[in-house]
């Protein structure tokens, strides 16, 4: 790896999504990563609305979350994305949710690329994923879609 | 109006419906209906897996919700449905969500039929819903679907 | 009326937000409409954590949605708020949720006052509160919190 | 391990969980692990609100999801949940959810305890949990709370 570039995601936690521990619901971060890989993916060109009419879906294989610290209501949370697998077939993500100050909430659509995580780390998660058509049969995207692939390849450090 | 039934099914309150007030979420109360409602069809021979595979969806118009008790975590809550309003393009529903004794929990596939619902009244709702086809053009049951508006008219006791 | 004054706040569909109709499931909009308020009370200088450490909760005696356009994946919705209704015990705000273009979106932390509602209307919805204590007895405010309800007053147009 | 012990607890899947690739959208499952081990619990005799009231909490350190198979709107879907780590500061609960025929559901309050899970393989989880009190601080729960320790060990078979 030459160098790694994040892209990152500030929402603000919502009512909703506290439970009664006065914390936001572990189950939560999983919508969060969601987000954080379709802006991923809106900022590689690849919006998720142009992939699915290529007649491409990218369901979840492999889903796994380590949480370090609470995130409390109103508290801004920055969802950091990293490429961090990619083969002909499958795709991996890696996140990171930090909680930030509200002052650096300074980019326009909420999103941004950088090169260094900020903030205190609350939870780590990674998501394997594997192409597949409408009939959810596996798909070899070099094949397929040479230009999503592309596009893949090149956010790729590893 | 000479009869009224009422369709029951009981659940009980998950730790992530509940909120840092301590308190089952308001949001969580149209989930609650919308199964309600679901239950009351299969109920009525009209499984809405079935409806769908006709070329019917049955989309929402209209919800009101009225909050009177709060429900907590763990609660067993029962929620009572009836068909109110009945035309050839339209279908209304009226519900009431209600805190019951867990002994109270006797039936197989947590549904049945009552005559008068009973437990401590937590919120009523309503929802209003239109026929549409899978392009979401208004549809007129009778024509369509006369054996779903037959099933639905013996039901409707108004 | 003399002048309306809107509060609007700009956030994405995500992809959990949808249902197999391939539409945002209405209940969805329950929670913006929580976003929405929750905005327009920072935004009034009362940010609803700063209300909860002065031992006030504001739940949802009444809700109402009115439901007129879907919408879809990734589209880009702004939620405007409004109060609507004001006493010593009671606050009601309304809401239009209205679909707009991504060009629009540029402001900083996703929020705004505006004078007039834009883009393609989807929803219209309005809640009613009360005000209780910790221990859910209602409170009057001008008593209780007077700084507050002078913040109230002052947004207050009707 | 001389014998494993399942609980199972069976629920259909709602409208609201699904999304527009017409299945359920990945993040239910850590919802449904929930449930399965919150009725884990009250089956042991631990019911989460009865841990609460001893002033003890049981976040989540660690989730892991493996997706096999997807589910639809409408299946019915058994959650098997066992215990499968213990000791006095940690708990660790692995899962299974498996799509099942509708007549296989005969027990009452949707809840059994069984040898050997049955039905499609649709995911397997994992949750790591630790013990903390009011505050948040690691809690030993040997002695804590001696009588909730020995019920866990009644049932932990490793």
Same mark, same amino acid.
């Given at each position: 790896?030459? &160098?790694?570039?994040?892209?990152?995601?500030?929402? !603000?936690?919502?009512?909703?999504?506290?439970?009664?521990?006065?914390?936001?619901?572990?189950? $939560?971060?999983?919508?969060?990563?969601?987000?954080?890989?379709?802006? =991923?993916?809106? &900022? *590689?060109?690849?919006?998720? *609305?142009?992939?699915? *009419?290529?007649?491409?879906?990218?369901?979840?294989? @492999?889903?796994?979350?380590? /949480? +370090?610290?609470?995130? +409390?209501? @109103? @508290?801004?949370?920055?969802?950091?994305?990293?490429?961090? #697998?990619? *083969? #002909?077939? !499958?795709?991996? +993500?890696? /996140?990171? #949710?930090?909680?930030? &100050? $509200?002052?650096?909430?300074?980019?326009?659509? $909420?999103?941004?690329?950088?090169?260094?995580?900020?903030?205190?780390?609350?939870?780590?998660?990674?998501?394997?994923?594997?192409?597949?058509?409408?009939? =959810?049969?596996?798909?070899?995207?070099?094949?397929?879609?040479?230009?999503? +692939?592309?596009?893949?390849?090149? !956010?790729? !450090? /590893?």
């Amino acid at each position: 790896m030459t &160098e790694e570039v994040w892209h990152v995601h500030v929402q !603000r936690v919502s009512y909703k999504e506290t439970d009664q521990m006065r914390v936001v619901h572990h189950a $939560n971060y999983v919508n969060w990563f969601e987000i954080g890989r379709t802006e =991923w993916m809106r &900022e *590689s060109g690849l919006p998720y *609305s142009k992939v699915e *009419s290529l007649g491409l879906l990218l369901p979840v294989l @492999d889903l796994q979350v380590k /949480y +370090f610290k609470s995130a +409390f209501y @109103d @508290d801004c949370v920055a969802i950091y994305t990293r490429l961090n #697998a990619l *083969s #002909a077939i !499958r795709l991996g +993500f890696y /996140y990171e #949710a930090r909680k930030i &100050e $509200n002052r650096e909430m300074t980019f326009p659509q $909420n999103t941004d690329t950088i090169e260094k995580p900020e903030g205190e780390l609350l939870a780590t998660g990674s998501t394997q994923h594997m192409w597949v058509n409408a009939e =959810w049969k596996p798909v070899r995207v070099p094949q397929k879609a040479p230009e999503i +692939f592309a596009l893949l390849k090149e !956010r790729y !450090r /590893y």
